[in-house]
Nanobody, 122 residues
Framework: QVQLAASGGGLVQPGGSLRLSCAAS????????MGWYRHAPGKQRELVAG???????NYADSVKGRFTIARDNAKNTVYLQMNSLKPEDTAVYYC????????????????WGQGTQVTVSS
């Protein structure tokens, strides 16, 4: 069983920074892509940033230049450095691991971590 554990959310003032972390655990052979999504009240869940095992990244237009996603493949961990935070970044942030192959298994799964609240407010 693969589990994702996210941490690092909190309350920050506009212009501040936060760093989210998400570690995948279990009998993991490989993970193709890891990423962060967010869900704000009254809005649909949206992709914030993603990164493949090869290091290719993509970002939502609203966070380009402010957020940076990074990944440690050896630790199956993904990070999201969020700078210049704005009130509109307030949301529950979820990490995702896509195309996860477990050891001794043909199953390819998609897994989600528990959400972590990010609140940007003065």
């Amino acid at each position: 069983q693969v589990q994702l554990a996210a941490s690092g959310g909190g309350l920050v003032q506009p212009g501040g920074s936060l760093r989210l972390s998400c570690a995948a655990s279990g009998s993991i052979f490989s993970i193709y892509a890891m990423g962060w999504y967010r869900h704000a009240p009254g809005k649909q869940r949206e992709l914030v940033a993603g990164i493949t095992s090869g290091g290719s990244t993509n970002y939502a237009d609203s966070v380009k230049g402010r957020f940076t996603i990074a990944r440690d493949n050896a630790k199956n961990t993904v990070y999201l450095q969020m700078n210049s935070l704005k009130p509109e970044d307030t949301a529950v942030y979820y990490c995702n691991a896509d195309q996860v192959i477990e050891n001794y298994s043909d199953y390819v799964g998609d897994y989600w971590g528990q959400g972590t609240q990010v609140t940007v407010s003065s």
